[in-house]
């Protein structure tokens, strides 16, 4: 059975809106770039870039060889699809300011390589955009880059695993594509994604539970007494299977990480907008993801996805 590819899918959705034109363009540039870095990591310790690259990155996390390698890459073809104003980046302090003419018309804000860390022992990993409108007729600005999860209007992430997937989100629309071993790009294997109705695992770093105040460790055991645990140490993975199988991922904030570890920007914003087109809901534990105004480019967020009625429950117990 022939399966749509990703560029008839993006052609036939959005090639005749102008509130989508150039779109097309920046998720294909993403495709290209999952692609090679699929085939990277393939290759990664016979090419023996498994080590860290020397230094740290913004964060004071020590930098993985692929990190910066994934970030060129799609800096490198997002740059070039010539829709894309502008690109933060996990891996990159300030903002890649690209273009400013009229058809610069998208802003994307990206963790290029998520769980980097799991690279050595095979884990799954991936890649996560948020894709802004760039405001019309202003100029291109650090602050281009700073708006709330709620004006996103696409969000991709990708996973590096068993099989290499893409997942693209737009209002009331989350495709799931899967890369053809074969040749031929990313096919459309999982249409109309929604969170299933029964909610079956939770992923919680639950190692921390000494580092976290009471109420979060009374949600964390009303997660542990209802749901099974399924935690693989990377949010794309975890967030994916539960996506798919039903499930809700939570990284609380906790003494160490008091705003939480995960970035709102780049990896809470777009995983958020995902959450909520597919039925479900994102939350900081004190309110929705999507409504929190940025202040700062890497700005930590405690971060809840899941089911809507699962994330509500937890919320609810987190507050009482
Ligand atoms: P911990 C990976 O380093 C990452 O940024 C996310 O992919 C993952 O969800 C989280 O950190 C895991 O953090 O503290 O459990 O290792």
């Known amino acids: 059975m ?3 590819t990703l560029t008839e899918h993006v052609d036939s959705s959005w090639a005749n809106d102008p509130a989508h034109e150039g779109l097309g363009s920046v998720v294909k540039a993403i495709a290209d770039g999952a692609r090679q870095i699929q085939a990277k990591l393939q290759a990664a310790a016979i090419a023996d870039v498994l080590s860290a690259a020397g230094g740290v990155n913004v964060h004071g996390e020590a930098v993985q060889i692929l990190d910066e390698q994934s970030s060129d890459t799609f ?3 997002l740059g070039e699809s010539g829709s894309v104003a ?4 996990e891996e990159v302090a300030e903002g890649v300011l690209v273009g400013d003419s009229p058809d610069h018309r998208w802003v994307v804000l ?4 998520d769980g980097s860390s799991n690279i050595d022992v095979a884990v ?3 890649s996560i955009f948020g894709v802004w409108k760039r405001p019309p007729n202003e100029p291109v600005t650090p602050e281009t880059m700073l708006r709330p999860g709620s004006e996103q209007v696409a969000a991709v992430y990708t996973v590096y695993g068993s099989s290499a997937v893409l997942v693209a989100a737009t209002a ?3 495709q799931g594509f899967t890369l ?3 040749g031929g790009g990313f096919r459309l294997t999982h249409p109309d994604i929604r969170f299933p109705e029964k909610c079956q695992y939770y992923s919680v770093p639950d190692g921390y539970y000494k580092n976290w105040d009471a109420p979060t460790r009374a949600a964390a055991e009303m997660l542990r007494d209802t749901y099974s645990l399924r935690y693989v140490g990377s949010l794309v993975a ?4 539960n996506l798919l199988k039903g499930g809700i991922f939570w990284y609380p904030a906790d003494t160490k990480n008091p705003d939480g570890k995960l970035r709102l920007m780049y990896e809470a914003n777009p995983l958020g907008f995902v959450a909520e087109q597919a039925g479900g809901a994102a939350s900081s534990g004190s309110r929705p993801i999507l409504d929190i105004r940025p202040e700062k480019l890497h700005q930590r967020v405690p971060l809840m996805l899941g089911p809507a009625g699962a994330v509500e429950r937890t919320v609810s117990i987190l507050n009482t």
């Open 2 to 4: 022939k399966m749509t």
């Open 124 to 126: 799954s990993v991936g």
């Open 180 to 182: 053809d071993p074969s």
């Open 110 to 113: 990206m963790d290029p390589l």
């Open 238 to 241: 975890d967030f994916h299977r």
């Open 172 to 174: 009331g629309s989350v």
């Open 75 to 77: 800096i490198r073809l």
């Open 86 to 89: 502008a690109i933060g980046s």
